[in-house]
Nanobody, 123 residues
Framework: VQLQASGGGLVQPGGSLRLSCAAS??????????MGWFRQAPGKERESVAA???????YIAGPVKGRFTVSRDNAKSTVNLQMNSPKPEDTAVYYC????????????????WGQGTEVTVSS
């Protein structure tokens, strides 16, 4: 199973950025997995940002609620994180991950991880 995250870069505070994650694998049935976005800033622990279950229900972490949204396209096996009005404190490496058969936001319960894409929020 491979998760390929993309879309990171430099964005100004108040701007917008869209991260995407493409999942692939011969034995990977995308609709069986919850998909999560996590981030890790320098010197900090990895934290959950958002998750979306196979039903389409979503979880958005408190620090980004009202600014970030998560969506998935089951036909394309992709999950997206729309970052609106980012703040400098959103600067981090963002990771997508997949968890089989669970509704979870705990990093330790995710089975597969992408390589991460770096987001820098700065003017």
């Amino acid at each position: 199973v491979q998760l390929q995250a993309s879309g990171g870069g430099l964005v100004q505070p108040g701007g917008s950025l869209r991260l995407s994650c493409a999942a692939s694998g011969h034995t990977f049935t995308f609709t069986n997995y919850a998909m999560g976005w996590f981030r890790q800033a320098p010197g900090k622990e990895r934290e959950s940002v958002a998750a979306i279950w196979w039903t389409g229900e979503t979880y958005i972490a408190g620090p980004v609620k009202g600014r970030f949204t998560v969506s998935r396209d089951n036909a394309k096996s992709t999950v997206n994180l729309q970052m609106n009005s980012p703040k400098p404190e959103d600067t981090a490496v963002y990771y997508c991950a997949a968890a089989a058969g669970l509704r979870t936001v705990e990093a330790g319960t995710y089975d597969y991880w992408g390589q991460g894409t770096e987001v820098t929020v700065s003017s």
